[in-house]
């Protein structure tokens, strides 16, 4: 979705006008590479065909050269910039992560102060573009992914010139190729690159599922090998299994209700009127949530009531003698162990109960100094050893809880260090051999996190352990398949864990207010009282949605990152992924989380709120990001006139252009444009904003000026003033402003806008867009096609194919169909969001029954991860920098991938932990540890 700026097109990947720049202006440029040897770490010949990425960077606009250098162990094309010797300046208004200066060592970066105060984003004309080729590639793409996000592989190249392209890329590439920039010229394609690697494969789900169920008695329960005795902890993991691998099935309903029966015996081994066991109860609770019973009422039990009425108020030595089952403040009565009181803190947090705060940050005092987690639920100064899965699990609670990133940061580092080059994770330190239940726990963390190639390369060597019959062993070349080991592996194999497990399926219900459901959406009324949403096979909304707030995602439920793994908000995305939660109606609680930080005035790390983003009340409002925001308030019915601590609307009215500016104020396009808004996309969203604030005579105008846009197509161009491109996605979010305003004429406009965006279909069924066949672009043509779905039907269901197609196995999409592959944020807001069909001006949703979030501890810090090293570089005419560690230091932070998350665990056997059992119980009896 577009944010009224173009702000996030260079920063993340996108597909849409509103973020994206346009213009034919090619950058002229000397073209001659010259090769010189800086004095860097990473000299220019260091990298190959097959090791490190290069990047160039034109300075010919400014009467220089082309620079390029190189990066021997590169990461993300932020980092490469720096690692090459040149420096870089964002804006104050995004940050770093925007780069409207650049320069090379000491050189002064341009363009120069007196030229682009950075302040804002800088004019479509005159901006730092980015391009990028893969290995063995000679042409340049226009970058989907700011530099930030892009992940790099060895063989990459990188490109920066400065002025403008259109919506597609077509103009304003480089005047160099990618083989012009690579050492040596050419290049083949590369080897293996810094993530570990594995052979590649996927988990036979089906098998192993089925192996799962070949080991149940009388298909309900899971036995000791030799008696009839029921294993309960076994049968909960069968059950999990079945469920990630099944969803909803007969077999597993009649494994939990096998455990309903016996939740006396496992949960309250001591009596049902004592504490119970805090693991035992976790684990039926979970169950209990994944399979949509009520854990409050599961087997005669309220396991969430008795969970949270039996946290320890203190430990042994702080007087009135030591409560039983209590090592310190916080613990969970009888939870001995990590995983215990994860999966407690996990029920609660399933069960919408907030916690107790002494009860998440007892799992930080568990954590080791190298950042790994101890299976013990030790106390200070008792012996730490983190194993891989303890960490995952506890990770994962942390990071759900909120309020505790700096412990997730330094486990996520710790699971990068343990993964071995096959992509396996041992099961304990000093172990030689890959884990199948410490690769698995690692795969679900990591895929949480969105470190997707690291989690498929863990995948890829589980694949490699299934035995022949579909189970898992427990260690690297085992031959005897078990169960503890196969059910986390079949959770990894599916992409999911105990966070997001669920065989829940949304229900059909009456758009827009309640939802659509997952595959086919119901038809409403035809456009005049709302769109008809689309028919046909689409992508699964509900794995979208879990996406979508999954923590590793949605930064403590409130907001998404400007960049992964840091605290700077990107409030235009936050308001997408709202918009898209509210289109679906599947987590409103979620939504609500979001609302309610953006309405009371919640600030990110930097202290910045949703004031800062729309600049409300200052010099420089934000005339589309105004819309944005206010539109979404009045989708979920909060007032738009006081939403952030402001009145959106009456600023919007103060915000619309008496006339246009003279250059080189860019405050105003055209009389009727708003305030410093450069797009189609955010003029239809503050006219939309309007139109539903019932403000007819003040939309007036800038209505108008949206009208006048329209190309004789009838496309809109991406930006204002117009370039004269054409785009798929303006197109849609035109069509729906003027649909919703209404009138003869609106009606006849938004008839010719559909022609033009049916007649941009691609045979596969996407559309066009700066990305290519565009994910975003697809979606908000589905959304505009839904206007009249009637006439459309059959061209909404191909593109809601392509979508599905598009659709990966975390829930989220690809920016692309080509590219760079993995499931991008921004993307995944607008498909999940557009595939319902449900336009802007009709989305509503009411939240009331929603539960309020609960407010993070006061703990919340973010990892800075500081690049250190100097600028050191050479020197001449059209000059090759050396790799360079320039501009590393608080920046380089900002480039960090994606925020921590970790999966779900089983009590694991690790060094030490009988020992230090052992001495605590001899400690608690009156001899000496």
């Not at 004309?125 to 980015?130: C, D, G, I, L, V």
């Not at 394609?189 to 988990?203: D, S, V």
């Not at 799992?363 to 012996?383: F, K, N």
């Not at 010719?752 to 941009?760: F, K, V």
Request: proline content about 7%.
């Amino acid at each position: 979705m577009g944010t009224g700026r173009r702000r996030g097109a260079r920063r993340r990947a996108t597909g849409l006008p509103a973020l994206l720049s346009a213009v034919g202006l090619v950058v002229a440029a000397c073209t001659t590479f010259v090769t010189a040897a800086p004095a860097a770490a990473d000299p220019l010949d260091a990298c190959t065909a097959t090791k490190g990425a290069v990047v160039a960077v034109d300075f010919g606009p400014f009467g220089g050269t082309v620079r390029r250098g190189c990066d021997t162990t590169p990461t993300t094309g932020y980092e490469l910039l720096h690692e090459a010797g040149f420096t870089t300046t964002g804006t104050q208004h995004d940050g770093p992560a925007f780069i409207c200066r650049i320069g090379y060592g000491p050189e002064v970066q341009q363009p120069t102060e007196d030229k682009e105060a950075c302040v804002l984003t800088p004019q479509a004309t005159a901006y730092w573009s980015y391009w990028i080729a893969s290995p063995g590639q000679d042409t340049w793409r226009y970058s989907p992914y700011g530099a930030m996000a892009r992940t790099l592989r060895d063989g990459d190249v990188d490109a920066w010139v400065y002025g403008g392209t259109d919506i597609g890329g077509t103009t304003g590439q480089p005047a160099f190729t990618p083989d012009d920039v690579r050492i040596g010229g050419g290049g083949t394609t590369p080897g293996p690159g810094t993530t570990p690697t594995a052979p590649a494969g996927r988990i036979d789900v089906p098998a192993a599922a089925a192996w799962v169920r070949s080991g149940l008695t009388d298909g309900e329960r899971v036995v000791d090998e030799g008696a009839d005795t029921p294993n309960l902890p076994l049968t909960t993991e069968a059950a999990y299994a079945l469920a990630a691998a099944d969803g909803a099935s007969a077999t597993l309903d009649k494994v939990t209700s096998f455990l309903a029966d016996r939740t006396d015996a496992y949960a309250y081994p001591a009596g049902t009127d004592q504490a119970p066991d805090a693991t035992a109860a976790a684990r039926l609770a979970l169950l209990a949530d994944i399979t949509e019973a009520d854990p409050r009422d599961f087997g005669g039990h309220d396991l969430v009531g008795d969970l949270a009425a039996h946290v320890c108020a203190s430990g042994p030595g702080s007087g009135g003698g030591p409560t039983p089952g209590c090592t310190a403040e916080g613990d969970f009565r009888n939870a001995t162990y990590a995983d215990g009181q994860a999966l407690a803190v996990l029920a609660l947090l399933r069960a919408g109960v907030k916690p107790p705060a002494a009860a998440v940050d007892r799992l930080t005092q568990v954590q080791c100094d190298d950042g790994g987690i101890t299976s013990i639920l030790i106390r200070p100064g008792e012996y730490c050893d983190g194993d891989p899965a303890t960490t995952g699990l506890v990770t994962l609670a942390l990071h759900r809880a909120g309020g505790h990133d700096a412990a997730v940061a330094k486990a996520r580092t710790y699971l990068g260090t343990a993964q071995r080059e096959d992509g396996s994770f041992p099961g304990w330190t000093g172990s030689t051999t890959g884990s199948v239940t410490a690769t698995a726990y690692a795969a679900q963390a990591l895929r949480a996190l969105g470190d997707t190639e690291r989690a498929d390369a863990a995948v890829s060597w589980l694949a490699g352990e299934q035995l022949a019959g579909g189970g898992f062993g427990f260690e690297e070349g085992a031959t005897d398949p078990a169960l503890y080991p196969t059910s986390p592996a079949v959770l990894a194999g599916t992409g999911t864990d105990l966070t997001r497990l669920t065989t829940a399926a949304p229900e059909p219900t009456d758009p827009p207010t309640t939802g659509p459901p997952t595959t086919e959406p119901p038809v409403t009324d035809p456009p005049t009282t709302g769109p008809t949403a689309p028919a046909g096979e689409g992508p699964d909304l509900a794995r979208g949605v879990a996406y979508l707030t999954a923590p590793a995602q949605l930064s403590g439920g409130h907001y998404y990152p400007a960049v992964p793994g840091t605290e700077r908000a990107d409030f235009g995305l936050t308001v997408d992924g709202a918009y898209a939660l509210a289109a679906t109606g599947l987590d409103d609680n979620a939504l609500r989380g979001i609302v309610d930080f953006l309405d009371d005035g919640g600030k990110d790390g930097e202290g910045r709120t949703v004031r800062d983003w729309t600049g409300i009340d200052t010099p420089y409002v934000l005339g589309g990001q105004l819309g944005k925001a206010a539109l979404l308030a009045q989708a979920v019915g909060r007032d738009p006139r006081n939403f952030g601590g402001g009145d959106l609307i009456a600023a919007l009215g103060a915000a619309v252009c008496a006339a246009p500016t003279e250059s080189p104020d860019r405050k105003c396009a055209a009389e009727g444009a708003y305030t410093y808004t450069e797009s189609v996309f955010g003029q239809s969203l503050a006219v939309m904003a309007q139109s539903r604030a019932g403000e007819t005579a003040a939309v007036r105008k800038p209505l108008a000026y949206l009208e006048s846009l329209q190309l004789d197509s009838g496309a809109w161009p991406s930006l204002i003033p117009s370039t004269g491109d054409a785009d798929v996605d303006s197109t849609a979010i035109a069509a729906m402003a003027l649909d919703l305003a209404g009138g003869e004429e609106a009606r006849t406009a938004v008839a010719e806008a559909l022609d033009w965006i049916a007649g941009r279909q691609l045979p596969d069924g996407g559309f066009p867009g700066a990305a290519g066949n565009s994910v975003n672009s697809a979606a908000l043509a589905v959304q505009g096609l839904s206007l009249d779905a009637p006439k459309y039907a059959d061209r909404i269901a191909k593109a809601r194919a392509f979508l599905a197609s598009q659709q990966n196995t975390d829930g989220g999409f690809n920016v692309a169909k080509e590219g760079q592959r993995g499931s991008d944020v921004r993307a995944s807001t607008q498909a999940v969001g557009g595939s319902t069909g449900i336009s802007f001006g009709a989305l509503d949703r009411d939240l009331t029954g929603t539960t309020p979030l609960p407010t993070p501890g006061p703990t919340s810090s973010t990892p800075v991860i500081v690049t250190p090293g100097g600028t050191d570089g050479g020197t001449g005419g059209i000059v090759d920098t050396g790799g360079g560690t320039g501009g590393g230091g608080a920046l380089a932070s900002t480039g960090v991938q994606a925020g921590l998350l970790a999966a779900c665990g089983v009590a694991l056997v690790a060094v030490g932990r009988a020992a230090v059992v052992l001495a605590r119980r001899r400690t608690a009896a009156g001899g000496r540890p």
